[in-house]
């Protein structure tokens, strides 16, 4: 079995930053694509940013520029630093893994923290 636990959520203004960490741990053998979603009330849950084992990243269009997506392969960590943040972006965050375990990929989804900005 494979956990993700993420930190780093909270309540700021509009224009401030938060840094969002995602640590992987359990039976891996090796992690492909890490990445960050989000859910609004009322909204789908949306990809935010994504990166892969080789450091390739891709963002949604309205946080390029805001956000980048990194990793540390050697904690099977991923960090999404999220800079003049907007209350737009007021979600819940959740982190996404593909984890390879017993030579087969599985989805892994972290519990979730709360992302609130404040006009």
Not at 71 to 95: I, W
């Amino acid at each position: 079995q494979v956990q993700l636990v993420e930190s780093g959520g909270g309540l700021v203004q509009a224009g401030e930053s938060l840094r969002l960490s995602c640590a992987a741990s359990g039976s891996i053998f090796s992690i492909n694509v890490m990445g960050w979603y989000r859910q609004a009330p009322g909204k789908q849950r949306e990809s935010v940013a994504g990166i892969t084992s080789g450091g390739n990243t891709n963002y949604k269009d309205s946080v390029k520029g805001r956000f980048t997506i990194s990793r540390d392969n050697a904690k099977n960590t991923v960090y999404l630093q999220m800079n003049s943040l907007k209350p737009e972006d007021t979600a819940v965050y959740y982190c996404h893994a593909e984890v390879l375990t017993d030579e087969h990929e599985y989805d892994y989804w972290g519990q979730g923290t709360q992302v609130t900005v404040s006009s």
